[in-house]
């Protein structure tokens, strides 16, 4: 059973355009990254004409001291909000799924908000919040200003959302038979947890955190509203380049970007494929 | 010389869930070495005790005494008594071994006597060579065996199993009936077992409780519960039986709707409705236009009613004939008839012997 | 009979202390939500409703609803009218495109489908903002496509900072996030229904409009929400592959938090772009799966246990797994 296609009661030739299709679709999904890819090796400085294959587009962008410090700023926040966000997104995922409390409901309902609104939203909300924070620091007597911190206090505000669903998402599948037989077998509550539970939703926690460092490493809207001088992540520092234009700088720090996200990628899909069959991806609101 | 201590004793207790009443006011003594089982329907409260019997569920009201010491209201790793797990619960992410240590490595056995114990316990449930595999490379009844030895490695003063035989199909059902009693008989301790199953429950246990929404209704040796039923809830959930409605009309007669009297052991006061429950296999079809056999010479003291067949149903080893009496619908199973069996449309009687009348007075 | 007087009081106990520890975990991130997500939100509700001042300034001194008043002015209401169509459009064309992509991949053999649902996730796990460069790289006044198309004989295109351009960057970057929940629906799917359907004298394509695309459904409007919402708000795409003259709503609250500083007015327009993403969201959740998700119903009731197939993931992997629903990153 496992190795026929599926039977749908389609026509031959239905089904043969499919397959056309099908392939076209991802021909339109990759050839715009490969090409850019292949490109981000092209000797020449004019970026439409092939002149040979070079990596020295990458030493120059490596020794721009503009992305080196983006690509320092964006790792640090990236770390530091997944690390963060991670705790206190599992925590909060645990409290839903077995926990009845009061504010329970407005709390279910507003971790889903940041996942839901608008990037530009969320990105004016948090700047005009800052704004007004430091008014009223500033009148006790430090200064503060928009920077490094503010990124990361930003990126744990939306991550602590994605963190607590995928987690959910696996608590949910969780058989709480198995805490029941801990504790049968003289498990004090925290052992159960730590030696059960724990092991068992990890696989969500990895999924969780990957994808909170995935979205920090991703995010453009949101760090460009909140970051000041001297914190200028990546995709900030990127965004802004193209706008002035392409360049084969641009071309390779773009592909090094490409290659994160694949590896990250590739982990998420290691951690699933664990214990998981192959449609445990699918996402959803 | 005072009586031994019961090895558990639920004493009016009740678990409610919010407004629901899942258990209601029990009370029920399992001795020492006994292999007990409750017996019900889905949602009839038998697990929910068990589970009280483990700590994972908190009585609402009661007392509840394990070998005389209370334990209501103590979480389940301060109790003396382990479980098997319905679907077993066995832990994915450790081996058959770590699985099977869980136990004592949460009460700190120490390493020798530790690793000893598992390797008796892996003997008696026979999975040597296993040790190293995770549950998920186990056969359903090699799942069940960890399952037994990972509670009985901790030598629990009683074993709960909820519905250990569920998951498995029929043939390895009946062998692990019989692996069971004589583990059971092995280990010498207390077998507290739930099942919906009521063939299961008559094969496996010295004594049964039947439980129907939340309550307990009837309590005794599997022949006590199957022969005299207290209740029509009991004679109707084990096994198959014809329920007939009747009116006491005097100590040692019963007159069925129809006005027919037969007779049956009862005391109850004349004029006090009762039913009477008659097994299928106790009841004899002869047909009437036959020039053979009406009546049966060994036959003494039997009742009968008059009926015509309504329906036929073969079962190879045996037929079961649905015979219309009057009002009521009469169910005979004979079993080992040769030949044709009877028609339908068949004019028949029906008839029984006094020891199989089972009189219900609830 | 002797009952336990403490018995009572125990179960009670058992249950306060299950609620102290649930706002325990959950304390850390009801803080840190409220003072980094509630705030800001109330705070850019009450800018809403500001004034700003001459300089360019905002003052919380004098509150009307002037903000909302000029949300009719006839440039902010074309530019919604602008977002709107192209979120439409570009909903439209990944349904369109991702629906025949979704089940030809729910379709395949096992192993197979595997490997192409891997091909789905590494785009949609991909850095957005590196796959609309891509885009732009490709479509470029001097780009590889142009030159290729030029030394074809075609001749140079410029499609770049069109409203063409525009579209294929959104389809581009949400096509995925329509693909994905339409594959859950069509893996869900039991195609047996289908077949009965032909069995009925249905032909292909009545069997596919009267029966797999109405079981389907949920994964459609789940699909449209996710590539209709980030797409309305959508800032980068438009910057980068339209250029000014592309102007979309999201372009426009940031230029009013940035050049125009009209802070009021970019405040009224992210209320109403939220709770217009709210009210998406929220019918997509109701005609969705309304049985699906409904863990507050009964929880009062005795704890049902899931048994048998499902209760571990290891013991369950030669079956079909449940299929699992993560979020989207949201859109860019």
């Given at each position: 059973?496992s190795?026929?296609a599926v039977?749908?009661?389609?026509?031959?030739?239905?089904?043969?355009g499919m397959a056309?299709?099908?392939?076209?679709?991802?021909a339109?999904?990759y050839?715009p990254?490969i090409?850019l890819?292949?490109f981000s090796?092209?000797?020449?400085s004019?970026?439409?004409?092939?002149?040979?294959?070079?990596?020295s587009?990458?030493?120059?962008?490596?020794?721009?001291?503009?992305?080196?410090?983006?690509?320092?700023v964006?790792l640090?926040v990236a770390?530091?909000?997944?690390?963060?966000?991670?705790?206190i997104?599992?925590a909060l995922?645990?409290a839903?799924?077995?926990?009845r409390?009061?504010g329970r409901?407005?709390l279910d309902?507003t971790v889903y908000l940041?996942i839901v609104?608008p990037d530009i939203t969320?990105?004016?909300?948090?700047?005009?919040f800052?704004a007004e924070?430091f008014?009223?620091?500033?009148s006790f007597?430090?200064?503060y200003?928009l920077g490094?911190?503010?990124v990361?206090?930003?990126h744990?505000?939306f991550?602590?959302s994605f963190?607590?669903v995928?987690?959910?998402a696996?608590?949910?599948?969780f058989?709480?038979t198995?805490e029941?037989?801990a504790r049968?077998?003289?498990?004090t509550?925290?052992?159960?947890f730590?030696?059960?539970?724990l092991?068992l939703i990890?696989p969500?926690?990895a999924?969780?955190?990957?994808?909170a460092?995935?979205l920090s490493?991703?995010?453009?809207?949101i760090?460009?509203?909140?970051s000041g001088p001297?914190?200028t992540t990546?995709?900030?520092?990127?965004f802004g380049?193209?706008?002035r234009?392409v360049?084969?700088e641009l071309n390779a720090?773009?592909t090094?970007m490409?290659?994160?996200?694949?590896t990250i990628?590739l982990?998420?899909?290691?951690v699933q494929?664990?214990?998981?069959?192959?449609?445990?991806q699918?996402?959803i609101? | 010389?005072?009586?031994p201590?019961?090895?558990?004793?639920?004493?009016g207790?009740?678990k409610r869930f919010g407004d629901?009443?899942?258990v209601?006011?029990i009370?029920?003594?399992?001795?020492d070495?006994?292999?007990f089982?409750?017996?019900?329907?889905?949602?009839c409260g038998?697990?929910t005790t068990?589970?009280?019997?483990a700590?994972?569920?908190?009585p609402?009201?009661?007392?509840l005494?394990i070998?005389?010491?209370?334990?209501?209201?103590?979480?389940?790793?301060?109790?003396?008594?382990?479980?098997?797990f319905?679907a077993?619960a066995?832990?994915?992410?450790?081996?058959?071994r770590?699985n099977?240590?869980?136990?004592?490595?949460?009460r700190?056995?120490n390493?020798?006597e530790?690793s000893q114990r598992?390797?008796?316990?892996?003997a008696?449930v026979?999975l040597?060579?296993?040790e190293e595999r995770?549950?998920?490379?186990?056969?359903?009844?090699?799942?069940?065996?960890v399952?037994l030895?990972?509670?009985?490695v901790?030598?629990?003063?009683?074993?709960?199993l909820d519905?250990?035989?569920?998951a498995?199909?029929?043939?390895?059902r009946?062998?692990?009936?019989?692996?069971?009693?004589a583990l059971?008989?092995?280990?010498?301790?207390?077998?507290?077992?739930?099942?919906h199953d009521?063939e299961?429950?008559?094969?496996m246990?010295?004594?049964?409780?039947v439980?129907s929404q939340?309550?307990?209704l009837?309590v005794g040796?599997?022949?006590?519960?199957?022969?005299?039923p207290?209740?029509?809830?009991?004679?109707?959930?084990?096994?198959?039986t014809?329920?007939i409605?009747a009116e006491?009309?005097?100590a040692?007669?019963l007159?069925?709707?129809?006005?027919k009297?037969?007779?049956?052991?009862?005391?109850a006061?004349?004029?006090?409705a009762?039913a009477?429950s008659?097994?299928?296999e106790?009841?004899r079809?002869?047909?009437?236009?036959?020039?053979?056999?009406?009546?049966?010479?060994?036959?003494?003291g039997?009742?009968?009613?008059d009926?015509?067949?309504?329906?036929?149903?073969?079962?190879?080893h045996?037929v079961?004939y649905s015979?219309a009496?009057g009002p009521?619908?009469i169910?005979?199973?004979r079993?080992?008839d040769?030949?044709?069996p009877?028609?339908?449309?068949?004019?028949?009687?029906?008839?029984w012997?006094?020891?199989?009348v089972?009189v219900?007075e609830? | 009979?002797?009952?336990?007087?403490?018995a009572r009081?125990?179960?009670?106990?058992?249950?306060?202390?299950?609620?102290r520890?649930?706002?325990?975990?959950a304390?850390?991130?009801?803080?840190?939500?409220l003072?980094?997500?509630?705030?800001?939100l109330?705070?850019i509700?009450?800018?809403s409703f500001a004034?700003?001042?001459?300089?360019?300034r905002t003052?919380?001194s004098?509150w009307?609803?002037?903000?909302?008043?000029?949300?009719?002015d006839?440039?902010v209401?074309?530019?919604i009218w602008?977002s709107?169509?192209?979120?439409?459009l570009t909903t439209?064309?990944c349904?369109?495109?991702?629906?025949p992509?979704?089940?030809?991949i729910?379709t395949?053999p096992?192993?197979?489908?595997?490997?192409?649902?891997?091909?789905?996730?590494i785009p949609?796990?991909t850095?957005g903002?590196?796959?609309?460069?891509?885009?732009?790289f490709?479509l470029g006044s001097n780009?590889p496509?142009?030159?290729?198309?030029?030394?074809?004989g075609f001749g140079?295109?410029r499609?770049?900072f069109t409203?063409t351009?525009?579209t294929?960057?959104?389809?581009?970057t949400?096509?995925?996030?329509?693909?994905?929940?339409?594959?859950v629906?069509?893996?869900?799917?039991?195609w047996?229904?289908?077949?009965a359907?032909?069995?009925?004298?249905a032909n292909g394509?009545k069997a596919?409009?009267?029966v797999?695309?109405?079981l389907?459904?949920?994964?459609?409007v789940a699909g449209?929400?996710l590539?209709?919402?980030?797409s309305?708000?959508?800032?980068?795409?438009?910057?980068?592959?339209?250029?000014?003259k592309?102007l979309?709503v999201?372009?426009?609250?940031?230029?009013?938090?940035s050049?125009a500083?009209?802070?009021p007015l970019?405040?009224?327009?992210?209320?109403l772009?939220?709770v217009a993403?709210?009210?998406?969201?929220?019918l997509?959740?109701?005609?969705?799966?309304?049985a699906e998700n409904?863990?507050?119903a009964?929880?009062d009731?005795?704890r049902r246990r899931?048994?048998g197939?499902d209760?571990?993931?290891?013991?369950?992997?030669g079956?079909?797994?449940?299929t699992r629903?993560e979020?989207?990153p949201?859109?860019?």
């Open positions: 059973m190795e026929a039977e749908t009661g389609l026509g031959q030739r239905t089904r043969r056309v299709w099908a392939g076209a679709v991802f339109f999904l050839v990254i090409v890819v292949i090796f092209n000797a020449s004019q970026v439409n004409i092939w002149g040979g294959f070079s990596v587009w990458y030493g120059e962008a490596l020794r721009n001291d503009a992305i080196t410090s983006a690509i320092r964006s640090i770390a530091a909000s997944t690390a963060v966000s991670v705790v997104g599992t995922a645990l839903l799924h077995r926990h409390f009061r409901r407005a309902g940041p609104i969320m990105a004016v909300m948090l700047l005009v800052f924070a008014k009223l620091i500033d007597g430090p200064r200003t490094i911190t503010t990361t206090l930003s744990v505000a991550n602590i963190v607590c995928v987690v959910r696996r608590l949910d599948q058989d709480r198995l029941e037989a049968d077998l003289y498990a509550a925290w052992q159960t730590r030696r059960v539970t092991p990890m969500g926690i999924a969780g955190g990957l994808l460092l995935t490493l991703d995010d453009l809207v760090s460009a509203f909140v001297g914190s990546l995709p900030v520092y990127v380049s193209i706008r234009g360049t084969p720090i773009s090094l490409l290659a994160a996200s694949m990628v982990a998420a899909l290691a494929r664990r214990r998981a069959s192959s449609s445990q699918a996402q609101l | 010389m005072a009586a201590t019961p090895a558990v004793e639920i004493d207790v009740t629901v009443v899942a209601d006011d009370t029920l003594t399992i001795d070495g006994e292999f089982a409750l017996l019900g329907p889905s949602g038998k697990t068990l589970r009280m019997i700590g994972l569920d908190l609402s009201s009661g007392s005494r070998f005389g010491d209370e334990v209501g209201m103590a979480p389940p790793d301060r109790r003396p008594v382990n479980t098997v319905q077993y066995l832990f994915p992410h450790m081996t058959v770590q099977i240590e869980f136990g004592l490595r949460m700190r056995v390493k020798s530790m598992t390797e008796q316990a892996i008696m026979r040597a060579g296993m995770r549950p998920s490379q186990l056969s359903g009844g090699q799942q069940q065996r399952a030895a990972r509670a009985l901790n030598q629990p003063k009683v074993l709960l519905e250990p035989l569920g498995l199909d029929l043939k390895l009946q062998e692990m009936q019989q692996e069971l009693k059971q008989q092995q280990v010498g301790i207390t077998f507290i077992f739930v099942t009521q299961e429950a008559l094969a246990s010295e004594r049964i409780g439980m939340g309550h307990l009837q040796s599997p022949r006590e519960i199957y022969e005299h207290t209740s029509r809830f009991v004679a109707d959930f084990i096994g198959r014809n329920l409605e006491v009309e005097s040692g007669t007159r069925l709707q129809n006005g009297l037969i007779a049956a052991g009862i005391s006061p004349s004029g006090a009762v009477v008659l097994r299928p106790h009841i079809v002869h047909p009437r236009d036959a020039s053979a056999s009406r009546g049966d010479p060994g036959d003494p039997g009742d009968s009613l009926g015509t067949i309504a329906d036929v149903t073969y079962l190879g045996a079961v015979v009496a009521t619908t169910e005979a199973r079993e080992g040769l030949g044709e009877l028609a339908v449309g068949a004019s028949v009687t029906v008839s012997d006094h020891g199989a089972a219900i609830d | 009979m002797p009952r336990s007087p403490e009081g125990g179960e009670e106990a058992a249950a306060r202390a299950g609620r520890q649930g706002m325990l975990l304390a850390p991130a009801a803080v840190y939500l003072i980094f997500f509630v705030v800001p109330g705070l509700t009450v800018y004034t700003r001042t001459v300089t360019g003052s919380l004098d009307n609803i002037d903000a909302y008043r000029s949300v009719g006839e440039i209401v074309g530019i602008r709107g169509w192209l979120a439409t439209a064309l349904l369109v495109i991702g629906y992509f979704a089940y030809y729910a395949r096992r192993s197979l489908r595997a490997i192409l649902l891997v091909l789905v996730m949609f796990w850095n903002l590196v796959r609309v460069y891509a885009i732009r490709l780009g496509a142009s030159t290729l198309s030029e030394s074809l140079a295109f499609i770049l409203p351009a525009v294929i960057g959104m389809v581009y949400f096509l995925t996030f329509m693909v994905l929940p339409l594959y629906a069509l893996e869900r799917m039991d047996r229904l289908a077949e359907a032909r069995d009925l004298y394509a596919f409009w009267k797999t695309l109405p389907t459904r949920s994964g459609i449209c929400v590539v209709f919402v980030p309305f708000g959508s800032y980068v795409v438009p910057d980068i592959l339209g250029g000014a592309t979309l999201g372009s426009y609250i940031a230029q009013q938090f050049d500083r009209n802070r970019g405040a009224a327009l992210s209320v772009l939220i993403m709210l009210i998406a969201v929220a997509n959740q109701r005609s969705g799966s309304g409904s863990d507050d009964g929880s009731r005795p899931r048994r197939a209760t571990d993931a290891d013991s369950s992997s079956s079909e797994a449940e629903t979020p989207a949201a859109g860019l």
